[in-house]
Nanobody, 123 residues
Framework: QVQLVASGGGLVQTGDSLRLSCVAS????????MGWFRQAPGKEREFVGA????????DYGDSVKGRFTISRDDAKNTVYLQMNSLKPEDTAIYYC????????????????WGQGTQVTVSS
């Protein structure tokens, strides 16, 4: 069965950096577009970023452009989210997702989801 296991979340201060990891199993990793989403309490799940199958193309939500970077390591079946210059508004549960289609920003475009990892940024 497909599993996406996210890790690396924690409590940090404004301006700090954090790297999230998501390890996939049960799928042919290289054939999937990978995405990151986040959800804060009382808010809709928000697109953070995505990376193409090749790892060459990326897309980011407006709120994180210039601060976050997505990368993937197919040998490790892992997608990463490097988060720099963190702000309190980045506080959320971060979810990784895998999709069989083209790189996309909509929740419905992804086929599999991880359990999420909590990121808390204090001021």
């Amino acid at each position: 069965q497909v599993q996406l296991v996210a890790s690396g979340g924690g409590l940090v201060q404004t301006g700090d950096s954090l790297r999230l990891s998501c390890v996939a199993s049960g799928l042919t990793f290289r054939t999937y577009v990978m995405g990151w989403f986040r959800q804060a309490p009382g808010k809709e799940r928000e697109f953070v970023g995505a990376i193409t199958r090749s790892g060459v193309g990326t897309d980011y939500g407006d709120s994180v452009k210039g601060r976050f970077t997505i990368s993937r390591d197919d040998a490790k079946n892992t997608v990463y989210l490097q988060m720099n210059s963190l702000k309190p508004e980045d506080t959320a549960i971060y979810y990784c997702a895998a999709g069989r289609g083209r790189i996309a920003t909509a929740l419905n475009d992804y086929n599999y989801w991880g359990q999420g990892t909590q990121v808390t940024v204090s001021s």
